[in-house]
């Protein structure tokens, strides 16, 4: 793997922690706010957005643990 892949596969993980997954995992309704939601009165949306930010947490870490070394998170199939 040459630098330019790793520098993409880390820029794109931290992107995505930075842009999606704080905030929608901290405030998900706030985010749904700046999108221009309607913000419903039950707890769904918020329910589905912290789940949703925690799933982007977890693929921007797979991410840049790829970027360090993509030889530790590759499988064989």
Do not use: C, H
């Amino acid at each position: 793997m040459n630098a330019g892949s790793s520098i993409f596969m880390f820029v794109g993980s931290t992107g995505l922690v930075i842009l999606l997954g704080l905030p929608l995992l901290i405030s998900p309704m706030g985010w749904a706010r700046r999108l221009g939601w309607k913000i419903p009165q039950e707890a769904d949306l918020a329910n589905l957005g912290r789940s949703l930010g925690g799933v982007l947490l977890s693929v921007a870490v797979e991410g840049d643990l790829a970027a360090r070394n993509p030889m530790a998170v590759s499988t064989d199939v």
